[in-house]
């Protein structure tokens, strides 16, 4: 069993930075797929980015270029760097775990956070 905690969210202007971090704990996550979903209130969850255990990263086409997932599997967490964010942004971000690269990118996941709230101003 893997547990996640997400850290970081906050209330930010549009344009502004945030920087998102999970820890995992239970079990090394090193070889898992680790990633982002969000939810906006009345909206379907949705995928934010994703990274393998090798280390190739995708991104929503939503958040190219402006949201950058990393991570460090010495301290068995993930990162999320958000730039340029906009109201459109605001959501409950999640931190997510799948032994599957390819099942996270089609929005699967196997184990997952509570979530840190992300509320974007204009």
């Known amino acids: 069993q893997v547990q996640l905690v997400e850290y970081g969210g906050g209330l930010v202007q549009a344009g502004d930075s945030l920087r998102l971090s999970c820890e995992a704990s239970?079990?090394?996550?090193?070889?898992?797929?680790m990633g982002w979903f969000r939810q906006a209130p009345g909206k379907e969850r949705e995928f934010v980015a994703a990274i393998s255990g090798g280390g190739s990263t995708y991104d929503a086409d939503s958040v190219k270029g402006r949201f950058t997932i990393s991570r460090d599997n010495a301290k068995n967490t993930v990162s999320l760097q958000m730039n340029s964010l906009k109201p459109e942004d605001t959501g409950v971000y999640y931190c997510?775990?799948?032994?599957?690269?390819?099942?996270?990118?089609?929005?699967?996941?196997?184990?997952r956070g509570q979530g840190t709230q992300v509320t974007v101003s204009s």
């Open positions: 997510a775990a799948h032994s599957f690269y390819m099942k996270m990118l089609r929005g699967q996941s196997e184990f």
């Open positions: 239970g079990r090394t996550v090193s070889s898992y797929a």
